[in-house]
Every structure is written in C-alpha cells, then in structure tokens.
C-alpha cells in the first residue's frame, strides 16, 4: 500500500505524525512511504532522515493525496484539503469530528474511510500528557507580570510564599499538569469526580497533594484562595451549565491565572480559544491561556511519543486491512468515524443530530470476536441511518 505523511499546516503546529524510525518500520513491512517535503523540520527530522529510512519526498500535500491510499497527519483536515480526498482513501489523524460539522461532511462526501485518532489511546494520549505538562508550565507563565499576572514564582522565594494552584480533573491530562506543577515548586490542589484518581494522586505524592471531589460548591469555594486553575476536563458538549461561571472567575484575586489546556466550550464561562500568536488575555482581572495545540509547543518531543504510540494502529491498518484491525483492537474501531459515504462516531451523530451506523454493524463484525473497548464519550445517539437500525439496536 502507498502511505502518506502529510505536513502540518494548522496555523502554530510544528508536529509531525511519524517520524524516521516509524517510517523504517513501515518499510520493512513492504509499504511504499511519502513523506510531504519538510514534514518533520519543525520537529527535528530534516528530509534526508526520511529518504535514508525508506520514504520518498514529494513536494506537496496534492502529490500525497494523489500517490496514496492511506494519509496520516496530526491535525485536522483542513478546508483547502477537502477536494484533495478520494473515495475509499483511509485517514488517520485527529479530526475532532463533533466540534467540526463541515470536516464531517467533507469525509462523507468524499467517501473516505476516516479514523479520528484521539479516540484509539487505550492508555491515554501522548498528546494529552504533552498538553498537561506545556499547559501547566504556560500557566505559570502566565503569572509573571509581562502577561498581566501577579507576578508569583512557583516555588516562592525566600520570604515570599509559592504558588497555589488547582487542577480541575485527574485524567492523563490533570495528572501531567500536577507533574509539572509539583515539580517546580507549587502547592497544587487536585478535584475530580473519580476518587480512585484522586486517591492514586495522594498515594503517589505521598499524601503532599489536596484532593477533593470535583463540584461547582467545592471549586467556588477554592478559587479565591488560587493564584493558578489548570482546567483538564473534557466537557460533555451536550452540557447546559459552566463547571466554572463568569461570577466564580470574578472570584479568583487580580492577576491570577487560568490555564484552559481541554479548551472545550462550555467548561469555563469567560473561555475563548486563542493562538500561539496571541496565546493569553484578561477578563475579570484574571489571565488566560486557552490555546488549543499545547502540544506543538515541544514539537520534538510530542513527535516522538506520539509516533511511537500509533504506530502499532497505522500498521495493523496497512498489514491487516481495515475491518480485522478494528475487529482485533476496540480502541481503533471507535475511532472509525467515516466509513464509504456513512457516518460510525456516535458522538458526532449525537452532537450534530446526523444518522449513524455502529462501527461493527457496517464492518459486517461477528460480536463475539469483537475486541473490547469503552465508550469515549457520554454523549449517546439512536439516530440510525434507517438501513441499519435493526442491526444497530440489536448489537
């Protein structure tokens, strides 16, 4: 199969999705590799890496389209790339499908067989331990004084106390955050609705960690006593009410910090997305950071770790084919998020209000082989295309 690594070019992303030591891999398996020109320049992979690992350079993302029948990349599909996809063409790459109703359609119409590849991490994304730990350093800076902030150091000074902060959620993402918070010094409070999270963080921290149960009574009672809110939850995007309201922001002391690394709307009240460019801005007095590619931030290093945690998937996809990858490994198949023309994420569907068919049901899966995987969201649908409602509700 001929299979394509497209450069980034999401404003701010320096990421690439595989970098040499992948490629040789994919070689090895008798797969043909192109790579789109300085594809991994940004991460620390100069074009000669690629060629002397196997892959051939071509000069843009039209030339990899045209020449492969799978394509993978980091971020999503961007508009000016719609017309460049193919029927039966398989993508692999971090749509974000719910949150990116035209992208959806795009994939559909195009008849695409399309996985989004931040749904296929049994043990949590790379990318989200990334983000926990860049976010959180960002956060901190977001308190020195040339970005508005208070000016607090994390681990005080002499005579000077340190940082207080509060990380809102205790997944991958929050326990990176409390790494890095605690590593340089911080007194960090951790909330969440999983006491076995939170206990996992007391024990690993020896008890010098406060935990307490994830609430909107708990949290407005903490935020006044917070130089810095880490915000690590992944919002229900079917939620009517804010975690954290205008009037609780309102709360929090002059110049301290929010650091929204999830940056999904609808968790805090004054969120709105920024850029690298222009990564914080203040309301009610507080500094916030609310970029949504952390993770490009250390490009080289998120390159690596990310690369080496799908590569098992891209293989499996190209030595297996499509419908035993997803059979044998259930974090892939929830992934599948367009298959030929129909729509297989529930959460889209649920999101957009658009039919769906279950992932197993178009791929023609005997339930007893399937291999298990959790729902990844709470987001639910029984909007079934009408073809496939018996099977769906059956299954």
Known sequence: MNFGIL?????????????PAEVAV????????????????DAGFENEEY?????????????????????AKVKEIEPCEY???????????????????????????????AFTAEDSHEFGSPNS????????????????????????????????????????GAGTVGKAAVNTLYSAGAYVSVCDVNLKNLREISEKYGG????????????????????????????????????????MVASMHKGSAIADISCDEGVIETFHSTTHAKPFYIEEGVVHYCVSNIPALIAGSTSVAYASSVLPHIRNILNMGI???????????????????????????????????????????????????PKNTSTSSSLFYKEYESLCQNI
């Open 323 to 373: 419908k035993r990858a997803c059979q044998q490994n259930g974090y892939l198949r929830r992934s599948l998020t367009a298959y030929n023309g129909y729509l297989t994420h529930e959460e889209t569907s649920g999101i957009q209000q658009k039919p769906w068919v279950k992932p197993e049901v178009i791929l023609n899966l005997s339930k007893s082989d399937l291999a298990y995987a």
């Open 208 to 247: 010098r960690i406060e935990t307490f149960l994830s609430n909107k009574y708990n949290i407005a009672n903490t935020l006044p006593k917070i130089d810095l809110v880490v915000n690590c939850v992944r919002w229900p995007k079917h939620a009517k009410e804010h975690l954290i309201t205008r009037e």
């Open 26 to 41: 994919i070689s090895q398996d008798g797969h043909r590799v192109y790579v789109e020109q300085n594809a991994g320049v």
């Open 7 to 19: 450069k980034e070019i999401k404003e701010g992303e320096h990421r690439v999705i595989l970098t």
């Open 83 to 113: 017309d460049l996809l193919h029927e039966s063409q398989i993508i692999f790459t971090c749509i974000h499908p719910a949150a990116h109703p035209g992208q959806v359609d795009a994939l559909l119409n195009k008849k695409v067989t």
């Open 51 to 71: 060629v002397k690992a196997g892959a051939t350079i071509l000069s843009t993302a039209k030339e990899i389209y045209e020449t492969c029948d799978f394509v």
């Open 129 to 168: 331990e990334a983000a926990g730990k860049a976010g959180a350093f960002m956060g901190l800076f977001a308190l020195m004084s040339v970005n508005g902030g208070c000016g607090k150091f994390a681990s005080g000074l002499g005579g000077a106390p340190n940082v207080k902060a509060l990380v809102i």
